[in-house]
């Protein structure tokens, strides 16, 4: 587990301790954005790379459900990021098919708590 998951409390595919022990909110599905060549195989929440020379951002879903996502980044798509395969960053949040929704973060995929 790597440091940005050790602070945020962070396992893939489970809640930690500290979450299952406060009813009063409810786990996020959140997920570290990993930069990844090979996404058709890479079958982790979060690994993600631009495609199309840099008009598509595509990602393994952070919620978990396995599905390969893609947003658009150029127009007339509002969505832009700031091009750090290490700390990814997108303009706006993002609703996804399953249900999941949230935002992607300084490198992090956040599920909106509400
Ligand atoms: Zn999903």
């Known amino acids: 587990m790597g440091q940005v998951e050790r602070a945020l409390g962070l396992s893939h595919g489970g809640n930690s301790a500290e979450m299952e022990g406060d009813t009063r909110r409810s ?3 959140n997920a570290v954005a990993v930069a990844s060549d090979r996404l058709l195989i890479d079958r982790r929440p979060g690994a993600f790379r631009t495609l199309s020379h840099g008009a598509l951002l595509a990602f393994r ?18 969505w832009r990021w700031n091009g750090d395969r290490g700390k990814p960053t997108l303009t706006q949040g993002m609703r996804l098919p399953c249900g999941w929704r949230g935002t992607l973060r300084i490198g992090v995929f956040e599920e909106y708590t509400a």
């Open 27 to 29: 786990a996020r599905r």
């Open 61 to 78: 879903c952070p919620c978990g459900c396995g599905r390969l996502r893609s947003i658009r980044l150029s127009d007339p798509s509002p």
